[in-house]
């Protein structure tokens, strides 16, 4: 834990708050712990999958007949063996999970429409055989033209992906690439801008990031003679995922049983399906289970980033540093389907300040490239980079310090967001004071040198979860829920549950349960994990406690009552003399004789979910040379409401400002004249290592959120939000030159250094 | 495509396996030997993820054929803890929770290894540019290079 973070958090628990060894970290150490592709199956098959060099065009000719014949492939599966849906109408909820799209996105119809869209996929004795017999399946193309950037693809004329998708609340027939806007609007704009004293207006632009976790995908399928399947794969909700696949391979949910693997890292990416219903196919054709495991080039080719970007921001001050006015409009880039998270825009672009008049506005349109998928805060580091930057120049303008403009617009409790959010308790005050206070704040800068400070936010998830506390009769306890663990959430699990408990954490042993064992659980994304199955497993803790009382009070034979839980212990109340107290430990091992074995259940729909701001300081250095950056020194300040596994807090921390720093410098998707994907290996998409980033100083703030029992708040996306902002603020501050569009590479840099 | 019978000490353990010509070592040890604490995170050298230590050096699993190991010592993830006693690198990624996901882990824990045996006292930067081969996307590295710095302190302390 850093210097900076310890000491500062104060509470009265026992577990919640203290750092302990996470249970699978021994598994994790010694290359025990089992992921996506370590499952082997007897009689597994490999699968693999043919995709499209084009990043347009339509199928003229499929024919596998040739890789069907060929010695050792057991199975062959087209777009024909996917089964097509009926098109989402609307109305239209936030998140739209489109069967149609999703059935051509898994494997194309009858148009490839991106470089990598998968057409065809065999499953063979060996990865070999496998991949000799897709070069033996001939494709012909006809090319159609190609689309790639956002506002293009949004005019009229632009080549049309979907020729069947129009424009929502447009009224018109014309096949657009524009699937919907959504437009948020308070108070009067133009009187707004007109009582500002100055007004800054620039246009941002920000490419399509990776999630870039280390394990690609991979899944295995077994599908049983009686048609029961059974799915192991690398997924940040297996939940979801069976959701998903019983609709789209119309196979009923009770008898589809996903088992989460240990996940190789997601951070959004993972919240899908890609290969799974592939290999679904492959077993039930072939009659064996079969295993998928994508090459890193698939999961740049074929698997979501975030969306790409391009906005115009304006805002206006007075001189006092008063906000008038704010206006954005930002055109996302969906990729080949709909799906961009415009809803989120509208909510993150200005929503740390309480600002009188506003308007954004949010475009999802389609584009040939893969289609986007959720990366830590989906659409939001792009509103923040704007409005960040704009309101740092303004700063600038009005020579005001830019701590002090963003803490006298800070939004704050009874404040309502432009989306409708009222906030309860929020600290983005206390986050803002914690960074004027910070002594990094006020540490001197060198030569070429420069600081950047941005400040993002973030309304994160709640929704359904469930838990299960099974007490065992030694006095240890399973705690079972159904949320894959990413960043270390079997930490924060055991820990309040050990907390409700009164028992040491190392009693405990945390598990992820799969589709089967335990009620529907929402994914692990939205920061949502510790936070809404965090309440479920203290509810369910709460249970076997009420239920270990009863058995304290009939052993007694007293009131149920009289029977309260301190500290481990059932305690009779002071009304009962001579009675001792009886511990966890005593009950467990009475507890079959006293009706049966002891478990608590909960199934929840978490709300009460609140915002998280996150605030960050950098240092860079820049070579006037070269262009070079040089990330010198960083720190971040998070409201985090209650820190569960304060260590654990800090990786998020820590892993956001190094994956923003990536973000803001280098990583980007390349193209060439044919939208065809160029930097497809870790080489070339060169995000942060070691050597490039300095250590990350984390603040931790807690302002607790009243809604939950232990005042969690998210965590994991918040720190995302304001990170390329402030990269990308410190290198304008160390070059003293307005830039927009990024990454702020080498040759972008040293161009706007040399401009004038 | 041809076979090779080949012989190799792994992790101790004289072993002998059958590889066609074009199976990397990474193939070797997570599909013929099920040594999967190997992980394959992009197959072209540029992750790390997939580390061992051949013949005292540490090379990308992914590089290196199958075939090329015979009369080879390679130590994987596996062999790194002695019975229950884990290695003072794995112990202080565990004190300084220098990991998430985990995936990324075994390829790390490989390189630091074999870098603290050549220099048991480096400087953060010498650390940082020693694993500037392995990505980890999940902890921003700030607890992984803290680890290997209180590893190696121990390391050097038990040494003397």
């Given amino acids: ?756 | 495509m041809p076979k090779h019978n080949v012989t190799a000490t792994i992790n101790g353990d004289e072993t002998d396996f059958t590889c066609r010509t074009d199976q990397t070592l990474l193939d070797v040890l997570r599909d013929v030997l099920y040594l999967t604490g190997t992980k394959n995170g992009c197959g072209t050298g540029d992750c790390g993820a997939c580390t061992v230590i051949m013949n005292g050096r540490p090379v990308n699993s992914c590089l290196v054929l199958g075939a090329e190991v015979d009369g080879a010592e390679i130590e994987t993830i596996e062999g790194m803890a002695k019975g229950n006693e884990l290695h003072p690198l794995q112990q202080k990624f565990l004190d300084h929770a220098a990991l998430q996901c985990g995936v990324c882990t075994p390829g790390i824990l490989n390189m630091a290894k074999s870098f603290l045996e050549k220099n048991p006292d480096p400087t953060e930067t010498e650390v940082r540019f020693a694993l500037a081969g392995n990505l980890c996307r999940c902890t921003g590295y700030d607890k992984i290079i803290r680890a290997v710095m209180d590893a190696a302190a121990e390391m050097r302390e038990n040494a003397r």
Wanted: proline share 6%; aromatic share 6%.
């Fill in chain 1, 1 to 756: 834990m850093n210097e900076e973070s310890r000491g500062r958090l104060g509470s009265n628990y026992q577990w919640v708050g203290k750092n302990t060894r996470r249970p699978d970290g021994v598994d994790k150490v010694t290359g025990r712990a089992r992921y996506g592709d370590d499952m082997k199956l007897p009689g597994m098959l490999y699968g693999k999958i043919l995709r499209s060099p084009h990043a347009h065009a339509k199928i003229v000719k499929l024919d596998t007949s040739k890789a069907e014949a060929l010695k050792g492939v057991k199975a062959v599966v087209t777009g024909a063996d996917i089964p097509d849906h009926e098109p989402a109408k609307p109305p239209y909820p936030p998140i739209i999970n489109d069967f149609h799209d999703i059935s051509r996105n898994v494997m194309a119809k009858d148009k490839v429409l991106y470089d990598g869209h998968a057409i065809a996929a065999v499953a063979a004795t060996s990865e070999d055989i496998a991949k000799a017999a897709l070069k033996l399946i001939e494709v012909e193309y006809e090319i159609l033209p190609h689309v790639l950037d956002p506002k293009e693809a949004a005019e009229p004329g632009a080549p049309i992906l979907h020729a069947d998708q129009t424009t929502y609340e447009s009224g018109s027939d014309a096949p657009s690439n524009l699937f919907r806007s959504s437009r948020g609007e308070r108070g009067d704009l133009d009187a707004g801008f007109a009582e500002a004293d100055v007004i800054v207006e620039r246009d941002f632009s920000s490419e399509p990031i990776h999630q870039g976790y280390i394990e690609p995908m991979a899944c295995v399928a077994s599908v049983s003679e009686d048609g029961a399947v059974e799915l192991w794969m690398t997924t940040q909700g297996h939940f979801v995922a069976r959701q998903l696949l019983s609709k789209l391979l119309n196979i009923e949910l009770a008898k589809l049983r996903v088992t989460a693997s240990e996940i190789g890292g997601g951070f959004g990416g993972k919240t899908t399906v890609y290969q799974e219903p592939v290999a679904i196919r492959l077993a039930q054709k072939s009659g064996r289970p079969v295993r998928m495991a994508m090459t890193r080039s698939e999961a740049f080719r074929a698997t979501g980033p975030t969306v790409g970007s391009r906005m115009t921001v304006k805002m206006g001050v007075k001189n006092d540093g008063t906000i008038t006015a704010a206006d954005a409009e930002i055109w996302y880039q969906a990729g080949a389907f709909k799906g961009a998270p415009i809803g989120r825009a509208a909510d993150t672009f200005f929503s740390p300040y309480d600002i009188p008049n506003m308007r954004v506005a949010a475009h999802d349109v389609c584009s040939n490239r893969p289609k986007i998928a959720a990366y830590r805060a989906p659409g939001a580091p792009m509103a923040c980079l704007g409005t960040e930057m704009v309101l740092n120049e303004l700063a600038e303008k009005i020579g005001m310090d830019p701590v002090e403009i963003r803490l006298k617009n800070a939004v704050k409790e009874g404040d309502q967001s432009l989306m409708g959010t009222k906030h309860g308790r929020i600290g983005m005050i206390e986050v803002m004071e914690e960074t004027k206070n910070h002594p990094h704040y006020a540490a001197p800068l060198g030569p070429n040198q420069g600081r950047g400070i941005a400040v993002g936010y973030w309304l994160h998830g709640g929704g359904l979860s469930s838990a299960s506390v099974i007490l065992q009769d030694d006095g240890t306890v399973n705690v079972a829920t159904g949320n894959p663990d990413i960043g270390g959430s079997r930490s924060s699990m055991r820990a309040m549950a050990a907390e409700e408990l009164g028992i040491d954490v190392e009693l405990i042993k945390p598990i992820v349960g799969d589709t089967g064992q335990l009620p529907y659980s929402y994914q692990t994304a939205g920061s949502r994990t510790t936070y809404a199955t965090g309440w479920a497993v203290v509810n369910a803790a709460r249970e076997v406690i009420d239920k270990l009382r009863a058995i304290a009070a009939k052993k007694w034979d007293i009131p149920l009552e009289d029977v309260r839980w301190d500290a481990g212990q059932a305690i009779p109340t002071d009304n009962h003399t001579g009675i001792e107290p009886m511990s966890f430990k005593e009950l467990a091992a009475m507890a079959t004789k006293f009706g049966g074995a002891v478990a608590g259940h909960s199934e929840i729909n978490a709300g009460g979910a609140g915002a998280a701001f996150s605030s960050q300081i950098v240092d860079v250095e820049v070579d006037p040379e070269t262009g070079f950056v040089k990330p010198l020194r960083y720190t971040v300040i998070q409201d985090v409401g209650r820190a569960i596994s304060p260590d654990y807090v800090e990786g998020q921390m820590q892993g956001a400002a190094v994956q923003g720093i990536g973000w803001a410098l280098n990583e980007e998707y390349i193209y060439d004249d044919q939208a065809r994907l160029l930097n497809t290996g870790f080489l070339d998409y060169r995000m942060p290592v070691a050597s490039d980033v300095p250590m990350v100083d984390c603040v931790i703030v807690e302002v607790p959120n009243p809604n939950h029992p232990y005042g969690v708040r998210g965590v994991g996306e918040p720190c995302l939000v304001p990170a390329p902002a402030a990269v990308a603020n410190a290198v304008e501050n160390a070059i003293g030159k307005k830039m927009g569009s990024l990454p702020f590479n080498p040759p972008k840099v040293l161009k706007a250094i040399q401009a004038g």
